[in-house]
T-cell receptor, first 113, second 113 residues
Framework: QKEVEQNSGPLSVPEGAIASLNCTYS??????FFWYRQYSGKSPELIMS????GDKEDGRFTAQLNKASQYVSLLIRDSQPSDSATYLC?????????????FGSGTRLQVQP | GAGVSQTPSNKVTEKGKYVELRCDPI?????LYWYRQSLGQGPEFLIY????????DSGLPNDRFFAVRPEGSVSTLKIQRTERGDSAVYLC???????????FGEGSRLTVL
């Protein structure tokens, strides 16, 4: 089982809609969770971090964490064509003792104008 | 510069050759990470430095891979006897203390013929 799992997509949504991206992780004691955005041919950039159960909002982005169910999600409201990218979920997994991020394979989002 | 700088941006080499990839992190960032990313995959952890020492090198795939950070700033990833399977984008990232909020460089694309 992969440590961090994401649906590869592509997830296609119309402009102005809500895009919902999901991620599950295997290590129950993971403590820190992150969403990175990666445009084609570019490097990942951090867009959200979340550390405790519940929702965290930042502009059009909302991260949701449910540690009991071991999933974290990212909602993008009022999706824009410029949001079209691959979204990478990442966790710090205490199970491996690794203090570096473990990334999922990413979900490709396409926002249709 | 203001961001993480990686050189070279592209490297083409022949199977069996030796390669060095360089990373210059953001000034003041004590933590430095190397990842590699293949097409359609998320970044795969290689090694993490805190200061001059390798805090976690568990992601290095074999003894052909080695990395140093002698003065706690610039890091070099060294790959001996390159193989075609080493072809990937090698990403360097830095962070303030060693947490999940990483700042990535633009990567070094390695192609082994």
């Amino acid at each position: 089982q992969k440590e961090v799992e994401q649906n590869s997509g592509p997830l296609s949504v119309p402009e102005g809609a809500i895009a919902s991206l999901n991620c599950t992780y295997s290590d129950r004691v993971s403590q820190s969770f992150f969403w990175y955005r990666q445009y084609s041919g570019k490097s990942p950039e951090l867009i959200m971090s979340i550390y405790s159960n519940g929702d965290k909002e930042d502009g059009r982005f909302t991260a949701q964490l449910n540690k009991a169910s071991q999933y974290v999600s990212l909602l993008i409201r009022d999706s824009q064509p410029s949001d079209s990218a691959t979204y990478l979920c990442a966790v710090v997994s205490m199970d491996t003792g690794r203090r570096a991020l473990t990334f999922g394979s990413g979900t490709r989002l396409q926002v249709q104008p | 510069g203001a961001g993480v700088s990686q050189t070279p941006s592209n490297k083409v080499t022949e199977k069996g050759k030796y390669v060095e990839l360089r990373c210059d992190p953001i000034s003041g960032h004590t933590a430095l990470y190397w990842y590699r990313q293949s097409l359609g995959q998320g970044p795969e952890f290689l090694i993490y430095f805190q200061g001059t020492g390798a805090a976690d090198d568990s992601g290095l795939p074999n003894d052909r891979f080695f990395a140093v950070r002698p003065e706690g700033s610039v890091s070099t990833l060294k790959i001996q006897r390159t193989e075609r399977g080493d072809s990937a984008v090698y990403l360097c990232a830095s962070s303030v203390q060693g947490a999940g909020e990483l700042f990535f460089g633009e990567g070094s694309r390695l192609t082994v013929l």
